[in-house]
């Protein structure tokens, strides 16, 4: 029960890798908040589902007094909730461009400037951004991707600075997947995912769950004095 009475907020929990976040928090004895901009189709003893577009400035306002409001502190927030919308740079549109960065890195900073805060506040609290293996190392076709996972790195050393600053025992970490069998993954040709593994030094690719687990830590007083951080966890690759 590592997490034992805390009050969790996990984005993009309606499946994969949010999901096994939300499922892992209750396991550690967490209450978990589930958001998702589609309906949560799962229900779990100590979690509450929340519908919620992280890229609705609005939207994440009404959801911060609520929480406020509703829970004596916030403990965790993991910032989950990502897109895709991949092209090459030359055929890539506008609205390709913006959408992905209205979800992956200003819905990010939609919660954190409410957030961030209400845990400077209280004295306490865990941060965990979401980047990707394309944010560390750049995929082909996904610059608009990669561009928001790799600031990433920089709002979450930045935060870690500014949320701790007066004292208080705030950490803001991140952490990269490698290639991990979500849902996404699902659609791409086997022998492309065949190259994924063997890239890898462990030979295969990942499972949400050990994302999760990588998470978990994370978020638990066992990573009490890791802060700033970013945590690759990728099978190896690239090494």
């Given amino acids: 029960m590592r997490l034992n009475g805390k009050i969790a907020i996990v984005t993009g929990a309606a499946a994969g890798i949010g999901r ?16 998702d901009v589609a309906e949560i189709p799962y229900e779990l003893d100590g979690m509450t589902a929340y519908k919620l577009d992280i890229a609705n400035a609005e939207e994440c306002f009404k959801f911060y007094e609520y929480v406020a409001e509703e829970y004596p502190t916030i403990d965790i927030l993991v910032n989950n909730a990502g897109i895709t919308r991949d092209a090459m740079t030359a055929k890539m549109t506008d609205a390709q461009w913006d959408d992905v960065m209205a979800v992956n890195l ?36 996904q610059a608009n991707y990669a561009a928001t996972k790799s600031a990433i790195y920089g709002v979450t050393k930045t935060w870690a600075k500014e949320f701790a600053r007066k004292g208080a025992a705030v950490r803001v970490n991140s952490v990269s997947p490698g290639y991990t069998m979500t849902d996404i993954l699902k659609t791409v040709p086997q022998d492309l995912l065949d190259k994924f593994a063997k890239q890898t030094m462990l030979g295969r690719l990942g499972q949400p769950e050990e994302i999760a687990k990588a998470i978990l830590f994370l978020a638990s007083d066992d990573a009490s004095y890791i802060t700033g951080h970013n945590l690759s966890v990728n099978g190896g690759m690239r090494l």
């Fill in 20 to 35: 096994c976040v939300a499922e892992a928090f209750v396991q550690g004895g967490a209450k978990v908040l589930a958001c």
């Fill in 106 to 141: 200003k819905g990010v900073f939609n919660l954190v400037r409410h957030i961030g805060p209400l845990m400077e506040h209280q004295g306490s609290g865990s941060i965990i951004n979401v980047s990707s293996v394309v944010g560390e190392f750049g995929n082909i076709g």
